[in-house]
Structure formats: C-alpha cells, structure tokens
C-alpha cells in the first residue's frame, strides 16, 4: 500500500476485491460486443458452435493488445470455453475451442479436452467426463488454468508404432507449447500446451533396429492408439486430427494469442453466487447452464494451495521400477 492509505482488515479485504471484481466483470459482458464486427456478431450467443460474449471479449482484448505491442502478427488468435459440457446426448464431441481469423473474417469452433485432476487422500480434485468442476495452476495438478496464454514453438515427438492394416506405422505427436502470464506464467513448468487428443497404450517391444526411433538393442515400443478427442486430458489443450492440423497450420512458427476462459477470479465470484443462491446474469457472471446444474458449485485449487498437498503426495509414492515391456509376439 501506499503511504496514508487506509489499512483494511481481512474481511473488508474480502468485501472490496469481491465488489471490484463483479464490476469488472459486469462491465466487461457490457462492452463485449462493442467494436465487434458485424460478421462476428452472428457467431456471439450461448448456443451451441457460438462462443459466449465474456469469452470473446477477454480473448479479443488479449489479441489486440499483443498485436498492437508487436508481440503477435498472427491474423488470426483462440479462444475456450472450459465451462461448456463435453458431449452432446449422442456422444458427439461438442465445440468449446475456437478459431477467430478477423481478416478473412472466419469463425470455426471445434471440440477440446479440459483437465481431468486427480482424486487424493487429501484432496479430490477430480473432474467428470461432461463437465469441469475443478481448475488449478498447480504442477502436477492435470487440471487446466484458465487465463491469458500466447503460443510459443512446437516439438514433434516419436510414442510408438501401431497397426494399420497391413502395416505397422509410428506415431508422431505434435505439442505446441503455451506460455502464460500471470496466474499461468508457469505454463512452461507444468508443460502446458496443445496437442491432438491421441495417445499410445503400450503393450510390448517391437525388434526394428532398422528404426531411427529404436534404442541401443534395435527395440521400439509397440501399441494402441487410443483417441480421446471427447474425453478429459491431463491439463492441456487438446483437439481432433483435423482440427489439430488448422491450430498447427495457423500457429507453428507463427506466435498468436489464446484466452482460456474460466480464470480464477470467475470462478471464485460464480462460486460465491451460487452458494448466496444470486442469479448470475443479474451479477454480471457467466458459466454454461448446463454444466453450472451438473457440477452445483465451481472450485479454483490456488497452487499455494494444491502444490504442497500434491509433493507430499509424491513424496509417499515408492519408488517405481524402469518399465519393462515384454518382446511382441
């Protein structure tokens, strides 16, 4: 503080960010749709492939601001909505993630994986299939943060060979890395980025020495590809193949913004109108509605919090053996 400001005790504290915060936010859905192009407007609603105002508005200020600092040159930035449900009633993944190209005036939405925790003696962090409940900026927390985040470079890496028909083919999976500011600057430490929602289920050791992936005794991995492109991941972005392929295409080599929304402060205040039974629009808050009545109240872990909870949990683990995956067959 200051010198000569007032001192607040804790629970004025409180009260004060608490006001500050639910003006912001009810000034921030009032001026999303100011200055948005009319060709955007129509992709503006709670509907399904439309993204909510509030997230628009936070990513859009987010873009702008890191074009106009030179920091981005991207004409196109992203967007999510972590708050929206996973799949409809058919099962079929459903669009959170967007894509906003104002210069070729083009809006794609596609579907994304959000973090799915993890359940400890000491604390349940864990988040369903549908919808998520809980969010943290904690390493090792496999929850997603929401916050500001601009794309930094890829990394493509080698998991393993899998079938396909007749041929056994490597998987090759691209990670674009994401660095944050603020609430998300340690991005980098948590190894949060982007990535196609595939992984490889191992199941034994392939001899290929004819391999550039094999290890010192000619041997690669060999498995099951398993796609989750409606599921959960383990706290980062996650997209379908074709899907992937546009992010990738707009963004390797080509830094631009992302906006994952909820951040914390949102979750907080939705959390405390919920339980004081507050309508959120009247408060000026937004969450979907249909996963605001599955999940009943929100849950932001503070990584102050979370941290030492998950290294004593790590630290009670015993010791692992190296994997050893039998010969196939």
Not at 14 to 34: E, G, K, Q, W
Not at 37 to 58: E, K, Y
Not at 162 to 185: I, N
Not at 299 to 322: D, G, V
Request: positive net charge; hydrophobic residues 35%; proline residues 5%.
């Amino acid at each position: 503080m200051s010198c000569g400001a007032p001192v607040l005790s804790f629970s004025q504290l409180n009260i004060f960010s608490a006001a500050i915060a639910a003006a912001t936010f009810a000034a921030s859905v009032a001026a999303a749709s100011t200055g948005i192009p009319n060709w955007l407007q129509q992709h503006v609603g709670a509907g399904t492939g439309q993204i909510a105002p509030i997230v628009l508005d936070r990513a859009r200020a987010h873009y702008l601001e890191k074009r106009q600092s030179g920091t981005v040159k991207n004409p196109c930035y992203f967007a999510m909505d972590a708050t929206r449900p996973s799949t409809a009633s058919n099962g079929a993944a459903l669009p959170r993630f967007y894509v906003i190209c104002e210069e070729t005036r083009t809006f794609k939405a596609v579907s994304s994986g959000y973090g799915n925790g993890r359940k400890l003696a000491k604390a349940n962090f864990s988040n369903g299939r549908q919808c998520a409940r809980n969010f943290s900026n904690a390493e090792g927390s496999k929850l997603t943060a929401g916050g500001a985040y601009v794309t930094a470079e890829s990394r493509t890496s080698f998991k393993g060979y899998y079938q396909k028909g007749s041929r056994k083919k490597p998987f090759l999976r691209t990670f674009l890395l994401f660095d944050g500011e603020g609430e998300t600057d340690n991005a980098r430490e948590r190894a949060i980025g982007g990535h196609r929602a595939m992984f490889m289920r191992w199941q034994c050791r392939m001899e290929k020495p004819q391999s550039k992936h094999a290890d010192a005794d000619g041997f690669v991995p060999f498995g099951k590809l398993v796609d989750y492109t409606s599921g959960r991941s383990n706290g980062c972005t996650t997209w379908s193949e074709p899907a992937t392929k546009d992010i990738l295409k707009i963004a390797d080599s080509n830094p631009t913004t992302l906006y994952i929304y909820p951040a914390s402060q949102d979750i907080n205040a939705v959390a405390k109108a919920v339980k004081r039974g507050t309508s959120l629009k009247r408060a000026g808050l937004y969450w979907n509605d249909a996963c605001l009545a599955a999940i009943g109240t929100p849950k932001f872990w503070p990584k102050r919090t979370l941290q030492p909870i998950i290294n004593e949990w790590r630290n009670s683990l015993p010791k692992s053996q190296p994997l050893d995956l039998p010969l196939c067959d």
